[in-house]
């Protein structure tokens, strides 16, 4: 199992810790370090920022939203930063929610996700193989576009760059069942957001038709320290965002997700908590048990064990938010 270091987006501003969390990551051998966006930072310029200031770490999205960019788009972004990084960029990808897609970048959300984020890959894929000029048929992404509202002058074309690696790896962040037994047929990793190693089970057969080399690469927050309670603090704050904020009432992909976890009604009360403006109370009714099983905090020898639940699961890549470089270190140091 491969360690990666999870940076996320930025908050209020740059965190001027990143690009030195970053160099301490590749000093102790992590492979890969992975930024992220929102509605704020983006994933693809921090990147590049770190790609100058260091030499082998690989340089990972997760995940770059879909709907911030066309997927040609997308993939000029990523065969840039490959060629001015020498080959170390791991595209993740993910759809997001109807909340940001149409009310932070304006767009329809797909009334046919599966069928949306299959064509986006489509062509991501073409423009990386520089085999022909880009063409899809689509529902979605179709290009060149056509019919009303266009002046019937688009042709395909073909990447002027020629890419330095046809076959960059294209992750996927995938929640559903469906959407992760797509991402095992079309992609070369699954970015999970939530993933316990006590529940492996829940993708077994999502992950059937995973081909070999196949990464599986979660998401996972760490803490070296001595209050288990209280590092598991920052794990339940996140969590009452992203199950009671990230996504409307009626469609919260991560309270779906929390659910079928095992948390169902607590889903639904870190929900109306939130939602009522009483966020404290949220955090506060995310169950302790969720959030550690989902983490990895406290103690070294507790952590030590723990680590050992993720390395015998399906995970290839431990993807790490950590806020010191003691907690980095002393993952790399079990890990080895």
């Given at each position: 199992m491969r360690l990666g270091l999870a940076l996320g987006y930025w908050g209020r501003r740059p965190d001027p810790r990143h690009l030195t969390l970053a160099r301490h990551a590749e000093r102790l051998g992590y492979h890969s370090v992975w930024t992220a966006e929102s509605w704020g930072s983006d994933a693809f310029t921090p990147l590049t920022w770190i790609?100058?200031?260091t030499r082998r770490i690989r340089l990972g999205t997760a995940v770059a939203q879909m709907a911030a960019r066309s997927p040609?788009?997308?993939?000029?972004?990523?065969?840039?930063?490959?060629?001015?990084?020498?080959?170390?960029?791991?595209?993740g990808l993910g759809l997001s929610g109807p909340q940001v897609v149409e009310g932070w970048y304006g767009r329809p959300f797909p009334r046919s996700p599966l069928t949306a984020t299959r064509e986006y890959v489509?062509?991501?894929?073409?423009?990386?193989?520089?085999?022909?000029?880009?063409?899809?048929d689509g529902r979605f992404h179709p290009l060149p576009r056509t019919g009303p509202g266009t002046t019937g002058l688009g042709k395909p074309l073909r990447s002027i760059t020629h890419p330095l690696r046809p076959g960059l790896p294209v992750l996927l962040g995938a929640e559903g069942p469906r959407n992760v037994?797509?991402?095992?047929?079309?992609?070369?990793?699954?970015?999970?957001?939530?993933?316990?190693p006590e529940r492996t089970d829940l993708h077994t057969e999502a992950l059937a038709a995973a081909p070999e080399g196949f990464m599986v690469a979660p998401l996972v927050r760490a803490r070296l320290c001595v209050d288990v309670a209280e590092g598991l603090r920052p794990v339940k704050t996140m969590l009452a965002l992203y199950v009671g904020g990230m996504g409307h009432a009626s469609r919260n992909f991560h309270a779906g997700l929390m659910a079928r976890m095992g948390y169902g009604e607590q889903a639904r009360a870190v929900q109306e908590l939130f939602l009522s403006g009483r966020r404290e109370e949220a955090v506060a009714a995310v169950p302790?048990?969720?959030?550690?099983?989902?983490?990895?905090?406290?103690?070294?020898?507790?952590?030590?064990?723990?680590?050992?639940?993720?390395?015998?699961?399906?995970?290839?890549?431990?993807?790490?938010?950590?806020?010191?470089?003691?907690?980095?270190?002393?993952?790399?140091?079990?890990?080895?």
């Open positions: 790609a100058a200031h040609t788009a997308t993939a000029m972004h990523a065969l840039t930063l490959d060629h001015l990084s020498g080959g170390r960029v791991l595209l489509d062509v991501v894929r073409q423009v990386l193989r520089r085999e022909a000029p880009v063409a899809l037994a797509q991402t095992a047929r079309i992609a070369d990793g699954w970015l999970p957001l939530y993933w316990s302790d048990a969720f959030a550690d099983e989902i983490s990895l905090v406290g103690p070294r020898e507790r952590i030590a064990e723990r680590l050992e639940l993720w390395r015998r699961s399906p995970v290839t890549d431990l993807l790490v938010t950590a806020p010191d470089p003691a907690t980095l270190r002393v993952l790399a140091e079990l890990n080895a």
